[in-house]
């Protein structure tokens, strides 16, 4: 849906129309309805792009939008299939000469697993910026309104290209390599434990702490055409560490599975039985990689486990959501732990 432009903002030259910003929509709390605006309950997923549009007028003074309902799930719901046609409506909209950039609506549980795969498969040559709520649409004081406000303004500046995906939620601006849910509540819930956040908003604009990386992308780049269907792709599951961790999990799951992450403690550690069973499934041909249940730091090879001898791949500042995404898309080419070091090593 086109909605009508609005005069220009002193932003824009005068008389130039304003720029088009694609917004495709695939649910979440931005899009969730309560009982009652006092309420702690919700269903995310609720309301349609169109009404989500409609509750901020002022969007029409920044930018003319069409509209795209891709899902509306809670994206504890997210699946592969949804990422395959996310991916492909914004490569095909990247190759629209009319449109500036892209906005995804996005439920915050899993929104940074869609930007970091948006990056693995979608050649980012426009603003692309996900963004969510932490507040359903119908809640009082609701922060979906305002972060739909910034994000439409930072994917029509030229300055949010060249980075990859961003995100932006509560004024500041993440990359999709960083960025992380770390907050089960509140509104201050996204956060780059690394390298911290690389900008914010000031009113309409972006003000970068940086300038974009020399190589456009930081990401190695998987072509969907061929990655064949998501049901098709390789199965990658996380087993997550803890204190007297037994091998039989792991086994069972090596059974099933085509890869394993392991969310460690420490720098991707676990018991020695863990380890052992993780062996004996890099032994059987599962890729096995290590990565940190911490939130942040860096997993590197060799610190207290011979990842070599063992034929694991270590993570790097990956967390575990981000390397199984990382691996599943690394198993369609390769089953070498040595090629998909690699590809974790790519920064
Ligand atoms: N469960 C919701 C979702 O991820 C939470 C949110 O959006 O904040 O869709």
Redesign the pocket.
């Known amino acids: 849906m086109d909605q009508t432009p609005a005069p220009a903002t002193s932003a824009m030259t005068k008389g130039q129309p304003l720029p088009l910003v694609a917004v495709l929509a695939t ?4 899009a ?1 309805v309560q009982a009652s605006a006092t309420s702690s309950s919700y269903v ?2 609720s309301i349609t792009v169109e009404q989500l549009m409609a509750s901020v007028p002022q969007l029409a003074g920044l930018a003319r939008l069409r509209t795209e309902q891709i899902a509306n ?6 699946t592969h299939a949804v990422w395959r046609a996310l991916a492909a409506r914004v490569s095909a909209l990247e190759a629209d000469p009319d449109v500036q950039g892209v906005v995804v609506t ?6 940074e697993e869609t930007a970091f795969f948006l990056g693995l498969t979608v050649p980012a040559s426009k603003p692309l910026v996900l963004v ?3 507040r359903p649409a119908t809640a009082l004081s609701a922060d979906g309104p305002a972060n739909l406000y910034a994000a439409v303004a930072l994917a029509r500046h030229a300055s949010a290209k060249a980075r990859g995906p961003l995100v932006i939620m509560n004024g500041d601006i993440h990359t999709a390599r960083e960025v992380q849910k770390i907050a089960a509540s509140g509104l201050n ?1 996204f956060g780059s434990p690394n390298g911290g956040r690389i900008g914010v908003m000031v009113g309409i604009e972006p003000l970068f702490h940086g300038q974009p990386p020399q190589t456009p992308s930081a990401f190695e780049h998987f072509d969907l055409a061929a990655l064949g269907p998501a049901p098709q792709w390789p199965r990658v599951a996380i087993v997550y560490a803890h204190a007297d961790l037994q091998a039989d999990v792991i086994d069972a799951l090596a059974a099933l599975y085509d890869g394993l992450v392991l969310a460690g403690v420490g720098d991707g550690n676990a018991t020695d039985a863990a380890l052992h069973a993780l062996k004996r499934a890099s032994g059987q041909g599962v890729a096995v990689v290590r990565a940190s249940r911490t939130g942040s730091g860096y997993v590197g090879r060799g610190a207290e486990i011979d990842d070599g001898a063992a034929g694991f791949i270590a993570a790097g500042e990956l967390s575990a959501q981000k390397a199984r995404v990382l691996l599943m898309l690394g198993l369609t080419r390769t089953r070498d732990p040595g090629r998909l070091q690699a590809l974790f090593d790519n920064r």
Not at 73 to 78: A, L
Not at 106 to 111: C, K, M, P, V
């Open positions: 649910g979440g709390t931005i969730g995310a997923g799930v809670g994206s504890q719901n997210m996005h439920g915050t549980d899993t929104l969510g709520a932490m819930a």
